[in-house]
């Protein structure tokens, strides 16, 4: 008797899923106090820290994103 073929081995997707939820909450996060200021002006304090670090944690969800693809790719490459 001969063995049955090995079962090719099933590569796991990109999370893009995840990257895409967490850039929408911060995205909405940093969105937010815009639209509370309609309500009450007196939050302009509030715009001025949350727009910079909205901006930073875009950057860093980036910089995440290119470093964790690139790993991945490497991990997931066919062995010649």
């Known amino acids: 008797m001969t063995?049955?073929?090995p079962r090719p081995?099933?590569?796991?997707?990109?999370?893009?899923?995840?990257?895409?939820?967490?850039?929408?909450?911060?995205?909405?996060?940093?969105i937010f106090p815009f639209f509370m200021m309609v309500s009450d002006p007196n939050l302009g304090v509030?715009?001025?820290i949350t727009a910079p670090l909205g901006m930073g944690?875009?950057?860093v969800w980036g910089i995440t994103l290119?470093?964790?693809r690139l790993a991945?790719?490497?991990?997931?490459?066919?062995v010649p």
């Open 3 to 5: 063995d049955p073929a």
């Open 9 to 30: 081995v099933r590569q796991r997707r990109f999370p893009w899923r995840v990257y895409l939820v967490l850039l929408a909450l911060i995205l909405l996060l940093t």
């Open 46 to 48: 509030l715009l001025v």
């Open 57 to 59: 944690a875009v950057m």
């Open 66 to 68: 290119v470093i964790h």
């Open 72 to 78: 991945w790719g490497r991990h997931n490459r066919p």
